[in-house]
T-cell receptor, first 115, second 110 residues
Framework: DTEVTQTPKHLVMGMTNKKSLKCEQH?????MYWYKQKAKKPPELMFV???????INESVPSRFSPECPNSSLLNLHLHALQPEDSALYLC??????????????FGNGTRLTVT | DAKTTQPTSMDCAEGRAANLPCNHS???????VYWYRQIHSQGPQYIIH???NNETNEMASLIITEDRKSSTLILPHATLRDTAVYYC???????????FGTGTLLAVQP
């Protein structure tokens, strides 16, 4: 079990669908992250939120739209995805209070399949 | 880009110590070394991190060389459940990003 909860665990969507991935943490962390992981590859950073504001966007296509409605929640809205976007999407959080030496805590991800 | 180099794979006998090496020759003075592991179909699990001094916790020990250009993660008594991909990561001191490299697949053999 992890302290970062991601829902759903699995998602299948068509290329014309709109769906959202959700992430929740109750550790009081003020930094939250989205990573994407393709099969047999390391996780790749997509977005970073700090104090509910987007601080890093790693040139992610606009069909991925992040949202941080409050300090405990992080969403990733998906629209018009391509089959190559199929991957494991990982959420993480960290305590920004200790700045650069606060470890990230990861959820177990949402496995997304785009058909 | 990732700043670390790790062997692609390693084997270890169950009950023995697993020593996983990592090279990070371009590390800057304020950058921390982190270790995570990822068991199949799960999210990465934090193991340990350090700046200069050796560190130990309930999971592992981290040995950082004096010049900080390399480090070793030590699992003192490996079990079958320690089979995973182990990532050594240098956290970017300017952006605070945690960028994963390719990692080492550790296979613990019975």
């Amino acid at each position: 079990d992890t302290e970062v909860t991601q829902t759903p665990k699995h998602l299948v969507m068509g290329m014309t669908n709109k769906k959202s991935l959700k992430c929740e943490q109750h550790m009081g962390h003020r930094a939250m992250y989205w990573y994407k992981q393709k099969a047999k590859k390391p996780p790749e950073l997509m977005f970073v939120y700090s104090y509910e504001k987007l601080s890093i966007n790693e040139s992610v296509p606009s069909r991925f739209s992040p949202e941080c409605p409050n300090s405990s929640l992080l969403n990733l809205h998906l629209h018009a995805l391509q089959p190559e976007d199929s991957a494991l999407y990982l959420c993480a959080s960290s305590d920004t209070g200790s700045s650069y030496n606060s470890p990230l805590h990861f959820g177990n991800g949402t496995r997304l399949t785009v058909t | 880009d990732a700043k670390t180099t790790q062997p692609t794979s390693m084997d270890c006998a169950e009950g023995r110590a697993a020593n996983l090496p990592c090279n990070h020759s371009t590390i800057s003075g304020n950058e921390y070394v982190y270790w995570y592991r990822q068991i199949h179909s799960q999210g990465p699990q934090y193991i340990i991190h350090g700046l200069k001094n050796n560190e130990t916790n309930e999971m592992a020990s981290l040995i950082i060389t004096e010049d900080r250009k390399s480090s070793t993660l030590i699992l003192p008594h490996a079990t079958l459940r320690d089979t995973a991909v182990y990532y050594c990561i240098v956290r970017d001191g300017a952006t605070n990003k945690l960028i994963f490299g390719t990692g080492t697949l550790l296979a613990v053999q019975p």
